[in-house]
C-alpha cells in the first residue's frame, strides 16, 4: 500500500506500553484542537478533540492535554495495540474561522508486536 | 452513503492534461471541503462550500485548480494543464454545519503527474 508519509518523526512501541505523542501548535488564538489517525491509503480518521477552555479530555484509551502557555498538545495512548500503528496529526482551527483546519507534520507511531 | 466517496481513488495524468476528482460527501452534509495532502506532510486546506455556495477557496495554489457542488451534494476539483507540482493526495471531508467533531474525510484520490 502507499505510505501516509516517508520522512515522518516516528515513535516506537512496545505492544502493551503507553504512547505519547506530541505537538506544537502555531496559533496562541486557536480555540479547538483535533487528533487524527491517518493509516497508510484511507483518510485522517478523528480521534479525539479538546477546546482551548480545557487541559484535559479523555477518550476510549485516549487522552489529549492541552497546554496553552507553550502552545502544546499532546496524544497519549494507553496499552498500545498493533492496530494503533499510523500517523498522528495533530490539527488546530483558528479563532476566527469555524471551518478552516490547520494540521501539523505528523508522527509515525510504529507498535512492535 | 456511510462515509465519504472519493474517486478515482487513483490517477495517472500526463503534464499538461486536465484532471476531474470526484467527491461524494456524507448524506445531509452541509459543509463539503476539499484538503491537498503532499506525501509525507499534512493535509493543507484547498477549499470549502456550504451547501453549493463556495465560501472560501483561499487555499487554491493557482487559477487552475477550480472547485464547484452545483446541486450542494457531489463536488469536483478540476486541475487544468497538470504540473508536476501538483501530484499529491486529494481529499475530501464533510460534515453536519456545525459539526463539533471536525470533519469526515474520505480516502483521498492520489493524483501523480508524469
Known amino acids: 500500500g502507499e505510505s501516509v508519509g516517508l520522512h515522518l518523526p516516528t515513535l516506537s512501541v512496545q505492544e502493551g506500553d503507553n504512547s505519547i505523542i506530541n505537538c506544537a501548535y502555531s496559533?496562541?488564538?486557536?480555540?479547538?484542537f483535533i487528533w487524527y489517525k491517518q493509516e497508510s491509503g484511507k483518510g485522517p480518521q478523528f480521534i479525539i478533540d479538546?477546546?482551548?477552555?480545557?487541559d484535559k479530555r479523555q477518550g476510549q484509551r485516549v487522552t489529549v492535554l492541552l497546554n496553552k502557555t507553550v502552545k502544546h498538545l499532546s496524544l497519549q495512548i494507553a496499552a498500545t495495540q498493533p492496530g494503533d500503528s499510523a500517523v498522528y496529526f495533530c490539527?488546530?482551527?483558528?479563532?476566527?474561522?469555524?471551518?478552516?483546519?490547520?494540521f501539523g507534520s505528523g508522527t509515525r507511531l510504529l507498535v512492535r508486536p | 452513503g456511510a462515509g465519504v466517496s472519493q474517486s478515482p481513488r487513483y490517477k495517472v495524468a500526463k503534464r499538461g492534461q486536465d484532471v476531474a476528482l470526484r467527491c461524494d460527501p456524507i448524506?445531509?452534509?452541509?459543509?463539503l471541503f476539499w484538503y491537498q495532502q503532499a506525501l509525507g506532510q499534512g493535509p493543507e486546506f484547498l477549499t470549502y462550500?456550504?451547501?453549493?455556495?463556495?465560501?472560501?477557496k483561499s487555499g487554491l495554489p493557482s487559477d487552475r485548480f477550480f472547485a464547484e457542488r452545483p446541486e450542494g451534494s457531489v463536488s469536483t476539483l478540476k486541475i487544468q494543464r497538470t504540473q508536476q507540482e501538483d501530484s499529491a493526495v486529494y481529499l475530501c471531508?464533510?460534515?453536519?454545519?456545525?459539526?463539533?467533531?471536525?470533519?469526515?474525510f474520505g480516502s483521498g484520490t492520489r493524483l501523480t503527474v508524469v
Open positions: 462550500f456550504q451547501n453549493e455556495a463556495q465560501l472560501d
Open positions: 490539527a488546530e482551527r483558528g479563532r476566527n474561522s469555524s471551518y478552516k483546519l490547520i
Open positions: 471531508a464533510s460534515r453536519v454545519a456545525g459539526g463539533r467533531e471536525g470533519y469526515t
Open positions: 448524506s445531509g452534509h452541509v459543509s
Open positions: 479538546i477546546r482551548s477552555n480545557m
Open positions: 496559533n496562541s488564538a486557536s480555540d479547538y
